[in-house]
């Protein structure tokens, strides 16, 4: 009879990355508060995620708690209210093995600027995220309306993504952005690439505006 992998280890291991890149994140103003939500993928396919209102900045290994492939608790704990927004990323993309979500100054301000989507092209930061390997590439960031219904949410985001293919990342408007990778530090490139892209296009629109 099967017996079921012992993740402890691989547990602690994730949630010793998940809490650096929390440090970090909140050590550049992207989390403010309680805000934001970190996962990662076991081997299992379980997924190791930050529990409900903790500060990123000062996680520890009881901050960070299992939840199945749908989002269900494992452990007793209270995941983030929008598990289910990993675990459709992590259902969707196999070779994804952590999600980052970061309520960052750049992205909230550019879902109050632009509607519906926000277009990177011609920079040479595009190359640090996954599969990019020219600054000629054009990263289209879907902005989505935001919703305290989640599964609602996530169901407009699987529509999208159905529709038009695969994105590297979205922001949810006056709320924060949601970018992955497949590990920790993937994500965590792609969190700080996309907030300097973010904060670049917002320059580059003050400087247009009459």
């Known amino acids: 009879m099967a017996t079921r992998p012992d993740t402890s280890a691989e547990l602690a291991a994730r949630a010793a990355e998940l809490i650096d890149a929390g440090r970090f994140i909140h050590g550049r103003g992207w989390v403010p508060a309680t805000s934001g939500n970190l996962s990662a993928r076991l081997s299992d396919g379980s997924v190791a995620i930050t529990v409900s209102g903790r500060h990123k900045g000062g996680l520890g290994p009881a901050d960070i708690m299992r939840v199945d492939a749908d989002g269900r608790p494992l452990d007793g704990q209270k995941p983030s209210a929008e598990t289910l927004l990993h675990t459709r990323l992590y259902r969707r993309y196999p070779a994804v093995g952590a999600v980052l979500h970061p309520h960052s100054p750049g992205a909230t301000l550019v879902s109050r600027l632009f509607d519906g989507a926000l277009v990177l092209e011609g920079y040479e930061l595009l190359k640090a995220m996954e599969g990019i390997t020219t600054h000629e590439a054009r990263v289209v960031i879907p902005i989505f309306p935001n919703d305290q219904d989640i599964p609602r949410l996530a169901r407009r985001v699987?529509?999208?993504?159905?529709?038009?293919?695969?994105?590297?990342?979205?922001?949810?408007?006056?709320?924060?952005f949601y970018t992955w990778g497949a590990t920790v530090a993937d994500a965590l490139r792609h969190v700080e690439a996309m907030e300097h892209l973010f904060e670049l296009e917002l320059r580059l629109h003050g400087a247009k505006r009459p």
């Open 158 to 176: 699987d529509d999208y993504l159905d529709a038009h293919g695969d994105i590297l990342g979205y922001i949810i408007a006056g709320h924060g």
